[in-house]
């Protein structure tokens, strides 16, 4: 198992730096199918039935729904308590281990939906499967900020896109596979997430192989590191340990979950929004859910990349400024049945969703340098658990309350627009509160920041 | 550090290895891509 040591993994003379992204997008591409695992909600929950649910046999969408929402909660605290080992085993383990679980748990999933046993499906995609998504999700991550210390925006945004980018490749390859194996006796969920199991285990086996560490002391050509801390780039380092007593841990936790909770809430209602809404058909609503999708994954690029220019903060306070404008004018769209701008409002509200996903691992090295960047970015996710689940119920529930006092499907998600705006504004408060971290948090003998 | 910067120069085998590395993920992420936009174009049908 030498191969997988992290002294194994660090580049020999010759290896070309820009192999690195492809590496981390060799998992993230795979482990973001999770965002597509709606496709498979109708054919499980008629996986008896196969042409129509089974009632009082078949599982029900509310209990199909807790599979995503395992795999997110898995996803966070994984990240936060593996992010130590991730950070000592090195990139290479890290990526191998994460392509194990996430296959192992499609292949137990797959199981439990043959054999019709939910609690191995939870079992498998949410727990043991949401545990190669934690550790994958934050394994490349300071391996890439430690090879582009000149942008590590476009770095970190290139890979996380790869988690953005995820469903567009798993959503369809799902839907083929499925109607390939699908017969009179089944609907082909469990065929299809075996051999899912195998090509996204080969797939994040690649980018584990490609992986590589920069030698200690190694910089890019004519990269000069700055000699002393700037305004919210610190060229000092923080611990894990520490970082967890700094106030600006605790505003970037606040910040993250509520720009993923503004988002992730209308991204799992977009289709029956516009529907509801616009009165749009369910095939242009799913077209509307595409657009989004890759919006979410340009967004994530796009935003992070124009970090390395325009700064962390500032890029925050862009996201909060304007998605609280473009939240608040929503409803108004609605009601001037202005199908283009309400469609556009939601393509930029979803870019800026996946942007600060791809900008805080670049924030929390501005603030606490590159030595632990990766097992703090793990613990932040924490964030992600919270919003995932507290981003639908909102949205969800007051939709239902509305409904159930007379109010218009139509006009039933005016107030959950407006609470939007008003926890992005409180977002935005946050932001503007961080400032660089106190000295006495720095690590007194500093390792060499590449 | 110059010298570490003159052995980390990359070479001709690692440019292959790049295009084929850009290729195994570009590839199945210009498929999703597409086949998305496919379906989205039906939105302002």
């Known amino acids: 198992m030498a191969f997988f040591d ?28 999770a965002y597509a695992f709606s496709v498979f909600t109708k054919p499980m929950a008629q996986a008896i039935g196969v042409t129509a649910p089974l009632s009082g046999v078949d599982w029900s969408v509310p209990q199909l ?21 991730v950070e000592r085993a090195g990139p290479r383990a890290a990526m191998f281990f994460a392509a194990s679980c996430f296959s192992l748990g499609l292949i137990v999933a797959a199981l439990g939906v043959n054999w019709h046993l939910l609690g191995l499906v939870y079992l498998g995609y949410g727990v043991i499967g949401g545990c190669g998504l934690g550790i994958g999700y934050i ?25 953005g980018g995820g469903a567009l490749i798993g959503a369809p390859l799902s839907v083929l596979l499925m109607k390939h194996f699908a017969n009179a006796n089944g609907t082909g969920v469990a065929q299809t997430m075996a051999v899912l199991a195998v090509l996204y285990f ?49 505003l970037l936790w606040a ?8 988002g992730i809430g209308v991204l799992g209602q977009a289709s029956l929004m516009i529907q509801e809404m616009f009165g749009v058909t369910a095939i242009a609503a799913a077209g509307f859910v595409g657009l989004l999708s890759i919006f979410n994954m340009g ?28 939240y608040f004018l929503v ?17 930029v509200i979803l870019s800026m969703y996946g942007g600060g996903f791809a900008t805080i691992p670049a924030y929390l090295r501005d603030l606490y340098g590159t030595v632990n960047v990766g097992a703090i970015h793990g613990a932040l996710l924490t964030a992600w658990s919270v919003a995932g689940v507290a981003g639908p119920v909102l949205v969800n529930y007051i939709r239902e309350y509305q409904i159930d006092h ?45 | 550090m110059d010298r570490l910067e003159e052995q980390m120069r990359p070479s001709d085998s690692s440019t292959t290895m790049l295009v084929l590395a850009w290729l195994w993920v570009g590839i199945p992420l210009a498929w999703g891509v597409a086949v998305t936009i496919q379906n989205a174009l039906k939105l302002f049908e």
């Open chain 1, 65 to 85: 729904g807790w599979i995503f929402s395992l795999a997110i909660a898995i996803l966070g605290l994984s990240a936060a308590f593996g992010g130590k080992w």
């Open chain 1, 299 to 326: 967004g994530r690029i796009f935003w992070a990349s124009l970090s390395d220019f325009i700064g962390r903060k500032m890029t925050y306070a862009i996201f909060f400024i304007l998605g609280a404008v473009l």
């Open chain 1, 406 to 450: 007379g109010v218009a499907k139509a006009d039933a998600y005016s107030i959950t627009m407006y609470i939007m705006a008003a926890l992005l504004v409180v977002g935005l408060l946050c932001n503007l509160a961080v400032r660089p971290v106190h000295e006495r948090h720095h690590l007194e003998e500093q390792p060499v920041t590449t």
């Open chain 1, 6 to 33: 992290r002294a194994n993994s660090i580049a020999k003379p010759g290896f070309n730096r820009w192999l690195v992204p492809p590496a981390a997008l060799c998992i993230h591409l795979c482990i973001g199918e």
């Open chain 1, 255 to 262: 910040v993250l979950c509520l720009n993923v909770t503004a």
């Open chain 1, 139 to 163: 394994s490349p991550v300071s391996t890439l900020i430690k090879w582009f210390p000149d942008r590590p925006g476009l770095a970190t945004g290139t890979a996380i896109m790869g988690f």
């Open chain 1, 202 to 250: 080969i797939w994040m086996c690649v980018g584990s192989v490609i992986v590589r560490l920069p030698p200690d002391g190694w910089r890019p050509t004519g990269y000069v590191p700055p000699t002393a801390s700037q305004a919210m780039i610190t060229n000092k380092n923080v611990v894990l340990e520490s970082a967890l007593r700094t106030p600006q841990f605790y």
């Open chain 1, 331 to 347: 409803p108004t769209f609605g009601h001037m049945h202005a199908l283009a701008l309400f469609v556009l409002a939601f393509l």
